[in-house]
């Protein structure tokens, strides 16, 4: 095993200046050996903890725990007790114990990082010995698939794209620990090699029985799973349309509103959107929600909802989102970022607090006439149901992946 990179690290990081030489030594001596036996406390000057960096096996999330006394998110891990036979061991047991996830697995025995601070007498969340070093050693887990879910009932841990751990409130050592754990056990990619990024899903199924004789009671219930299990933008769909010369579009707007009538949206009528909805008033909606490993499919006519409903969303809008809506041409050729501000600058000055709906802006509702609900499954055999209105009666069928 090649520790020199890492032992380079150490020895240059700032965090070491106060550190004293015979710690430092010691650390070294743990990297280096990576030793079954040498995290016995007797050994190392303070405590050792086996902390997990825990993936899915596509290596594409991590996964995050809710620490209820210091409310933030933090890595899976802590003290080793008498029956680990190993920091690898004790950051497997840890991370099992703390997920209630069964079937996670080491993915390698070898430390991918280190973490060597001192600990004061009294933290946040413990009374602690006089000030002593703390040593923390991270391994890769790897949750294998069977046994993952992500559900209401799991909301004290999330699983978070790692392209967003350098996001929201996170510890920023999490971005470096990400490109090193995933270089070690081979899963970064190259950008450009396509055709060998896949995910095999395995979180859940979906059979007829499973699912809602209304796609709009099916819908909220998945909704609200989404929301639950804390997946990120869940109100975020894909609006496609076609214009008047058939050409397609496609863009990511936030659904406002959902009920018996439709799923409900808000825009600049005057935008290319809108412009496509006047000529062609049929749209396609597309939730797409990876934690879940599940999208919805909705199409359907279009209508505009009522000023009065448009009124009362705009008045619950941010104020400086009410002054965007008068100051953006939205989908319009504008000179430059300056004479946007500048327009905002002026609506602001013209409205003050109280800017009035603009005429030109409102909602539309996608009033359905056929939903798809689809799940995830391993090797592209996806569970896939769709409901078609026939007459005033909704049809439910299973479609072929």
Not at 119 to 124: D, E, V
Not at 255 to 263: C, E, P, S, V
């Amino acid at each position: 095993m090649q520790f020199a990179p890492l032992l380079h690290a150490l020895e240059n990081h700032p965090a070491f200046d106060a550190v004293e030489a015979g710690h430092l030594a010691t650390v070294r001596r743990f990297v280096s050996e990576n030793s079954d036996a040498f995290w016995q406390r007797t050994n190392v000057p303070g405590h050792v903890t086996g902390s997990a960096f825990v993936v899915n096996a596509a290596g594409t999330h991590t996964l995050l725990l809710h620490h209820a006394k210091l409310d933030r998110w933090v890595q899976p891990g802590g003290h080793l007790d008498d029956s680990d036979d190993s920091p690898a061991a004790g950051a497997l047991r840890e991370a099992i114990e703390e997920t209630g996830i069964p079937d996670l697995v080491l993915a390698s025995g070898t430390i991918f990082d280190i973490d060597v601070h001192a600990i004061p007498q009294r933290t946040k969340v413990a009374v602690c010995e006089p000030a002593h070093l703390h040593h923390d050693a991270r391994y890769l887990i790897i949750a294998s698939g069977k046994g993952v879910r992500i559900s209401a009932e799991s909301l004290d841990f999330r699983w978070l794209p790692i392209d967003q751990l350098a996001t929201g409130n996170h510890e920023s050592g999490l971005v470096r620990m990400a490109k090193k754990s995933l270089a070690s056990a081979g899963l970064t990619r190259n950008a450009m090699d396509l055709a060998k990024i896949r995910t095999d899903y395995k979180l859940a199924s979906l059979d007829k029985g499973d699912v809602d004789s209304s796609p709009f009671s099916q819908f909220e219930k998945w909704f609200k799973q989404a929301v639950d299990a804390n997946v990120n933008e869940p109100n975020a769909m894909t609006l496609a349309t076609v214009a008047a010369d058939g050409k397609p579009a496609a863009r990511i707007v936030l659904i406002k509103d959902f009920d018996a009538r439709g799923a409900s949206f808000f825009t600049n009528y005057e935008s290319r959107k809108g412009n496509d909805l006047s000529a062609n008033p049929h749209a396609a909606l597309v939730f797409f929600w990876p934690e879940l490993e599940r999208q919805v499919r909705i199409e359907g006519r279009i209508e505009k909802v009522t000023p009065e409903e448009s009124d009362a969303y705009y008045s619950v809008r941010p104020l400086a989102s009410r002054i965007g809506a008068w100051a953006s041409p939205q989908s319009r050729v504008i000179d430059s970022r300056e004479m946007l501000e500048e327009r905002v600058k002026k609506f602001t000055k013209q409205y003050g607090d109280a800017p009035v709906r603009p005429p030109y802006w409102g909602g539309y509702r996608v009033v359905p006439t056929l939903f798809e609900f689809w799940q995830g499954r391993q090797s592209r055999l996806h569970d896939r149901f769709c409901y078609r209105l026939i007459g005033k009666q909704w049809a439910v069928e299973r479609l072929a992946p």
